[in-house]
C-alpha cells in the first residue's frame, strides 16, 4: 500500500519536534509564543523537493537563485529577540523561502515582507496563501527603502547582510520597537545586531555572529 498522506505528515512532525527539542529548545530559546510557532509551520513546505529529507536538519539550505532558507536555531532565535506578540505588526526584508515569515505570522497580527527576486517573491506568496497564511503581504522589490504605507512596525526583521542598517528601516521602527540585522561584509561572518527604539533614541546591541547571504541593491 502506498504511504498515506497521514502518515507522511506523522514523519515531518516528528522530525519537526526532534528540531524543535534538540535544536531551540536545548539552545535556550524559551519563549513560548516562538516554540509554538516552530513546532507548528511545515518546514518542509518551504524547502525544494529535493532537499525535503534535510527540512529539519541543523542548518541552512539552497532555495535556488543563490540564496538559502535560514537554519531552524537562527529563525527562532531572530524571532525571539523581537518579542513578538499578537498585537506587533512587523516587516520582513528578504521574503526567501517565506519560512520566517510564517513563523513569524503565526505570533504577530501581521507581516509585510519585501523579496528583490521575483521569481522567490512569487513563489514564497503562493506557498503562504495555499498554507492559509491570510496575515502576510509579500511584496517583490528592494527592501532598502522598506514599506512606508504601513510603517510604523514594531518589529523589523532583515534576513540578509548589510553593511550599514538602511536609515528609512530604523524610521519605519515603531517607539519601543524592535530591530535585528546582520551586519558585516558579504560572503564572510556577520554580528546579528538589534536595535531598539526607545523615546525616539536608539540603542545598539551585541548579540552574536552569523552567516547570511548579502543584502543587494535593484
Ligand atoms: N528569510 C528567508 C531567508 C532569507 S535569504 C527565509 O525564511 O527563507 C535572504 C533573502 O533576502 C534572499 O531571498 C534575497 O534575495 C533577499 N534580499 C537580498 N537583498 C534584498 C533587498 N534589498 N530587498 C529585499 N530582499 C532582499
Redesign the pocket.
Known sequence: MEKSIIQQSDKYASARERMVRVQIVDRGISDQAVLRAMRKVPRHM?VPQEHIREAYDDYPLP?G?G????QPYI?AYMTEVVRPTNRKSAL??????????AVLAEIVSHVYT????PE?AEISSKRLKSLGYLNISVKH????MGWPEHSPFDIVII??AVEQIPQPLIDQLADNGRLVVPVGAPYAVQELILIEKKNGKIQKSRLTFVR??P???L
Open positions: 518551504f532555495i537563485y540564496q538559502t532558507i535560514s529563525v520582513e526584508i528578504g521574503t526567501g523561502s517565506g519560512y520566517q515569515a519585501i523579496e528583490i527576486v522567490l522589490g528592494d527592501g532598502y534576513t540578509a547570511f547571504v543584502f543587494k541593491r
